[in-house]
């Protein structure tokens, strides 16, 4: 159990470019979440997958963002036409089965958009 | 909707010192409750997760108390020491899905 991992962990980019971020749970977890967290403020929910099905978005998952889990193991998270209000660190968490399971986070990616 | 709120924002000790951090929610319909340490810029480690039908979990030096009812929980931290300095985040899942509702964090130092 190598824990959760996400890559890049840092990544800067200008105004207007895509960026990929992606995220390894830990193994046979079934339960993949993304929060974005900016400075000083707890993260928030972006968006959650069972196995390879995305369950549930957030209001803050504009039409700018796009998420998959294509086989139900690593999961991608794009930001297309980047903003500067895009800028934040970016969480994934992975858990096992029911709602009563702890959720385990990653390193996070931090985002600078120029 | 859930809301969680933290007191207090920030929190400055000296070693040695017991501390409490206090977490409130407004809905206390919830699954449970995790506790989560932050270092700047790094990811959340997990501290504690108490179960709705717990009143408290302990891990070491840490202690996490529960009131469904009353929507809150608090952290206690016995016997501080200056590598306890981090943001600590109390988190709630009140929905099947697990998606975590966070407050804002306590910042706390610890001097030596």
């Known amino acids: 159990d190598t824990g959760v991992s996400q890559d890049p962990r840092h990544k800067i980019t200008k105004r207007g470019q895509n960026v990929t971020f992606r995220c390894d749970p830990i193994?046979?977890?079934?339960?993949l979440y993304w929060y974005r967290q900016t400075l000083g403020q707890g993260p928030e929910f972006l968006t959650y997958?069972?196995?390879?099905?995305?369950?549930?978005k957030s209001r803050l998952l504009s039409d700018r963002f796009s998420a998959e889990r294509p086989k139900g193991s690593f999961s991608t998270l794009e930001i297309q036409r980047t903003e500067q209000g895009d800028s934040a660190m970016y969480l994934c968490?992975?858990?096992?089965?029911?709602?009563?399971?702890?959720?385990?986070f990653g390193p996070g990616t931090r985002l600078t958009v120029l | 909707k859930q809301e969680v709120t933290q007191i207090p924002a920030a929190l400055s000790v000296p070693e040695g010192e017991n501390l409490v951090l206090n977490c409130s929610f407004t809905?206390?319909?919830?699954?449970?409750l995790q506790w989560f340490r932050q270092d700047p810029g790094k990811g959340l480690t997990s501290l504690l997760l108490?179960?709705?039908?717990?009143r408290e979990q302990t891990s070491g030096r840490l202690n996490a108390s529960l009131d469904k009812s009353s929507g809150r929980s608090t952290l206690y931290i016995a016997a501080s020491q200056p590598g306890d300095s981090a943001t600590y985040l109390c988190?709630?899942?009140?929905?099947?899905?697990?998606?975590?509702?966070f407050g804002g964090g306590t910042r706390l130092m610890v001097k030596p």
């Open positions: 968490a992975s858990s096992w089965g029911t709602p009563y399971n702890e959720q385990f």
């Open positions: 193994s046979e977890h079934n339960r």
């Open positions: 997958f069972q196995n390879e099905a995305q369950l549930e």
């Open positions: 809905d206390s319909a919830i699954y449970n």
């Open positions: 108490i179960q709705s039908s717990q």
């Open positions: 988190a709630v899942n009140n929905n099947a899905g697990n998606m975590l509702t």
